[in-house]
């Protein structure tokens, strides 16, 4: 049974830094990806990374502050998120996909997590 689990998330002060996980069971993927919603807001891409040798893809509202890596011997992925606005809150989301295609788009990825907050304050 596919399971992601994300982890991480937090109240956080605006201009620090939190690193999300999200665990991964029961499949290996080709991509996984990271999506966030804010309230009042449709899911957005973030960032993804793909295949073996892990290609990065970015968001530009992200690009230069966020972090997307991937540690196959535990099959998890991580966000290192840095210099965090206000506008970075938002609920994260894990997803993943045997796929490798259509990376930055909802309907690329087949599986999804539970979700985790990461709220930044002013």
């Known amino acids: 049974q596919v399971q992601l689990v994300e982890s991480g998330g937090e109240l956080v002060q605006a201009g620090g830094s939190l690193r999300l996980s999200c665990a991964a069971s029961?499949?290996?993927?080709?991509?996984m990806g990271w999506f966030r919603q804010a309230t009042a807001k449709g899911r957005e891409f973030v960032a993804a990374i793909r295949g073996t040798i892990g290609a990065t893809y970015y968001a530009d509202s992200v690009k230069g502050r966020f972090t997307i890596s991937r540690d196959n011997t535990k099959n998890t992925m991580y966000l290192e998120m840095n210099s965090l606005k206000p506008e970075d809150t938002a609920i994260y989301y894990c997803a993943a996909d045997l796929d490798y295609s259509d990376l930055r788009v909802l309907a690329g990825y087949d599986y999804w997590g539970q979700g985790t907050q990461v709220t930044v304050s002013s």
């Open positions: 029961g499949r290996t993927f080709s991509k």
